[in-house]
């Protein structure tokens, strides 16, 4: 059974950083396209970031750009988000997923993270 | 605000038959296939529709995707209660080199 386990999330004051993890089972995590999409309290799905199998090829959303960054390890299975310099806009709970744009995908439950004073 | 267009909420009686239509341009619809998310809250979002109008196993014929041009839209016959949930749209953006959603579209059943 595949599954996706967020974990890191909280309340972290404006400026502040933060690092996502999310430990995947169940599949050959290395063979997949891996993502974040967040949505903020009361607003849409919004995509966030992903990185190739090989951990090499990454994208962002312009909104966290040079801020957030992607990476893997695909010896531990896991994914992560570091994400500095955070506003309160971060605000958001925060979904790890597998293969979003295809049609093997999983999603884990989310997890939330907070950036108030 | 979105790169991708839904109508902020759509609504219609049980049995009835709704459309969400998902308005983009030659950089994301046009030229990336679209997939559609149904979301309930509190839960992680259901796929839907892939590859522009492909059902997942396990998702009821009722749902269908179609496109064309820069336009997308889903359909749900015979509605029912429980379908009752925020629909969205999603691709991929050449320009932007990044995924992207529309703002969602908030599905009643009367």
């Known amino acids: 059974e595949v599954q996706l386990v967020e974990s890191g999330g909280g309340l972290v004051q404006p400026g502040g950083s933060l690092r996502l993890s999310c430990a995947a089972s169940?599949?050959?995590?290395?063979?997949?396209?891996m993502y974040w999409v967040r949505q903020a309290p009361g607003k849409g799905l919004v995509w966030v970031s992903r990185i190739h199998g090989d951990g090499f090829t990454t994208h962002y959303a312009d909104s966290v750009k040079g801020r957030f960054t992607i990476s893997r390890d695909n010896a531990k299975n896991t994914l992560f988000l570091q994400m500095n310099s955070l506003r309160a806009e971060d605000t958001a709970v925060y979904y790890c997923i597998r293969d979003l744009h295809g049609d093997s995908v999983s999603w884990g439950q989310g997890t939330l993270v907070t950036v108030s004073s | 605000q979105y790169v991708l267009t839904q109508p902020p909420s759509v609504s219609a009686a049980p049995g009835q038959k709704v459309t969400i239509s998902c308005s983009g341009s030659s950089s994301n619809i046009g030229n990336n296939y679209v997939f559609w998310y149904q979301h309930l809250p509190g839960t992680a979002p259901k796929l839907l529709i892939y590859?522009?109008?492909k059902r997942p196993s396990g998702i009821a014929d009722r749902f269908s995707g179609s496109k064309s041009g820069t336009s997308a839209t889903l359909g749900i016959t015979g509605l029912q209660t429980g379908d009752e949930a925020d629909y969205y749209c999603?691709?991929?953006?050449?320009?932007?080199?990044?995924?992207?959603f529309g703002g969602g579209t908030k599905l009643t059943v009367l």
């Open positions: 999603g691709t991929w953006d050449i320009s932007l080199s990044a995924g992207v």
């Open positions: 169940g599949f050959t995590f290395s063979s997949f396209w």
């Open positions: 590859k522009d109008n």
